[in-house]
């Protein structure tokens, strides 16, 4: 079970750091991507993050803005995310995928377990 948290209201500019905590599972077997969807918008690809933290990718969106990593000791993973803007607003998840050594994925449906989502709010 994924559990996203760390969501919350920021104001522009501002920074925020999301947690992706994983139960009853060994977290260093998953690809792990992050993903947003805000109110009448299409679920966006933001980091996405492979087994070991060994490779990362990003959204157009947030490249640059965002770093994704993971502590697979403690079976966590994290996006921060820096220069918010009100176009970031949305409900965040984390989602997972079991694969091997160095894969990470950027498709929403290459993931096959997603966790409850955390609302950021950027006010301008």
């Known amino acids: 079970q994924l559990q996203a948290s760390g969501g919350g209201l920021v104001q522009a500019g501002g920074s925020l750091r999301l947690s992706c905590a994983a139960s009853g599972r060994v977290i260093s077997a998953y690809a792990i991507g992050w993903f947003r969807q805000a109110p009448g918008k299409e679920r966006e690809f933001v980091a996405a993050?492979?087994?070991?933290?060994?490779?990362?990718t990003y959204g157009n969106s947030v490249k640059g803005r965002c770093t994704i990593s993971r502590d697979n000791a403690k079976n966590m993973v994290y996006l921060q995310m820096n220069s918010l803007s009100p176009d970031d607003t949305a409900v965040y998840y984390c989602?997972?995928?079991?694969?091997?050594?160095?894969?990470?994925?950027?498709?929403?449906?290459?993931?096959?377990?997603w966790g409850q989502g955390t609302l950021v709010t950027v006010s301008s």
């Open positions: 989602a997972a995928r079991a694969t091997v050594t160095g894969v990470y994925y950027s498709e929403h449906y290459e993931y096959n377990e």
């Open positions: 993050i492979s087994r070991a933290g060994t490779r990362t």
